[in-house]
């Protein structure tokens, strides 16, 4: 039978709903600790990859910043970071208002080297023509691989500007600096200012960034490219999901007229075996949303 939960693998515990809470105050939150031996293990895996990477060539990307993407055929610690069922329960409470199903949208390792200049603050749902005052269309991640602190290059985020009008700057002293151990994670919205620090130390600052998104939505790195499904086929079947061989909402992303994670059956040849009672339940417990609240002014902060 095909079924239409947002994400099979998710629980979600009612410890979560403070950080919830947390979040859409401050706009990020960190939880220390949270994954050591993953991120660990992460970094060791994907060092070879990372030392062979090019350096950026514009000023946003950094010209001492290493970046990587395609991370889970690089990396099975990454794969799990990703499915981190914490995170994977706060992604649920936040991006499940917009949608009936979230996914992955971005996976990237971001590794500043000595001399790494501050990046330029920024919004990530930028990505979309949509105010960030309206809707939450993102959830990224940032896992820290290495410590991350105010010398080597450790994100920095201006709390609670995720309500803010476009036209506020960030002064020095609204900013924050994300200090936190190896295999801990920062957590922000989609509408949140942040961007990565100076690294005036000698060791390299490793951050692996995830961000989830909502289903309806096109992913910032295209997963399907990324990952095809040769690649994919290697994956536990809630990554794949999560990746986007899944509805990312009522019909959204069939094949066949069907839930696109059957290709992965080895005698799948269709025809279409929807269940449509499913997906007409997931599409009536979410509110139609207007374009005026997609495009919403908000209240100054
Ligand atoms: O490296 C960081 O800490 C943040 C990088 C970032 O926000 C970006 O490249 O979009």
Redesign the pocket.
């Known amino acids: 039978m095909t079924t239409f939960e947002p994400r099979m693998n998710t629980v979600i515990d009612p410890s979560i709903e403070p950080l919830k809470d947390a979040l859409l105050t401050d706009g990020y939150l960190i939880i220390e600790d949270l994954a050591v031996d993953l991120a660990r293990q992460a970094r060791a895996e994907l060092l070879p990859d990372i030392e062979q990477a090019p350096f950026g060539h514009d000023e946003?990307?950094?010209a001492k910043?290493k970046?990587l993407g395609a991370i889970f055929q690089r990396s099975t610690a990454a794969q799990a970071l990703a499915m981190h069922p914490t995170v994977l329960a706060l992604a649920k409470l936040i991006l499940l208002e917009y949608a009936t199903n979230y996914q992955l949208n971005f996976s990237g390792v971001?590794h500043?080297e000595h001399g790494a200049k501050a990046?330029v603050l920024?919004r990530?749902g930028d990505i979309y023509p949509l105010s960030h005052l309206g809707i939450t269309t993102l959830m990224?991640t940032?896992w820290a691989l290495t410590d991350?602190n105010a010398d080597n290059?450790?994100?920095?985020v201006v709390p609670g500007s995720h309500r803010w009008q476009d036209d506020r700057q960030a002064t020095s002293s609204e900013m924050i600096t994300?200090s936190m151990r190896q295999g801990s994670v920062l957590i922000y919205l989609g509408g949140t200012l942040?961007?990565?620090?100076a690294n005036i130390t000698q060791a390299p600052?490793t951050?692996l960034?995830l961000q989830y998104s909502l289903g309806w939505l096109r992913q910032e790195e295209n997963q399907y490219l990324a990952n095809p499904p040769h690649v994919a086929k290697s994956f536990p079947e809630p990554l794949r999901r999560l990746i986007g061989y899944h509805y990312g909402g009522s019909y959204l992303g069939f094949v066949n007229g069907d839930d696109p994670h059957r290709i992965f059956e080895p005698d799948y040849k269709g025809p279409a075996q929807r269940s449509t009672g499913e997906i007409d339940a997931a599409k009536a417990r979410l509110p139609r949303l207007s374009v005026s609240k997609l495009s919403s002014k908000g209240k100054p902060f």
């Open positions: 946003f990307l950094g910043t970046r971001m500043l990046q920024h990530d990224p940032m991350f290059g450790g994100t920095r994300a942040h961007g990565g620090g600052r951050g960034a």
